[in-house]
Nanobody
Framework: QVQLVESGGGLVQAGGSLRLSCAASGSIVSINAMGWYRQAPGKQRELVASITSGGYTNYADSMKGRFTISRDNAKNTIDLQMNSLKPEDTGIYYC???????????????WGQGTLVTVSS
């Protein structure tokens, strides 16, 4: 089993910055894509950004140019640098990872518990 723990959420004024971190631990053989999703109040969870083990990144359109995802494969961590934050960025941010099952050849998905980001206007 793999567990994800997020950190770095908090309250920030519009235009400010926050950095989120996510660390994977447990029986890690291989982790493929990792990413950040967010769920705003009353809305569905949506992709923020993702990154593969090879460093390929993907961003939601509204985050391009403001958010940067990075990854340390040796430490099994990803970070999300969020700049120029807007009130609509408020939500719970979840870390996500796809990892190789140690008992059989299949990929499994795991979520962190989420960290709250609140952007005040």
């Amino acid at each position: 089993q793999v567990q994800l723990v997020e950190s770095g959420g908090g309250l920030v004024q519009a235009g400010g910055s926050l950095r989120l971190s996510c660390a994977a631990s447990g029986s890690i053989v291989s982790i493929n894509a990792m990413g950040w999703y967010r769920q705003a109040p009353g809305k569905q969870r949506e992709l923020v950004a993702s990154i593969t083990s090879g460093g390929y990144t993907n961003y939601a359109d509204s985050m391009k140019g403001r958010f940067t995802i990075s990854r340390d494969n040796a430490k099994n961590t990803i970070d999300l640098q969020m700049n120029s934050l807007k009130p609509e960025d408020t939500g719970i941010y979840y870390c996500n990872a796809h990892y190789l099952d140690t008992s059989r050849p299949r990929w499994l998905e795991v979520w962190g518990q989420g960290t709250l980001v609140t952007v005040s206007s």
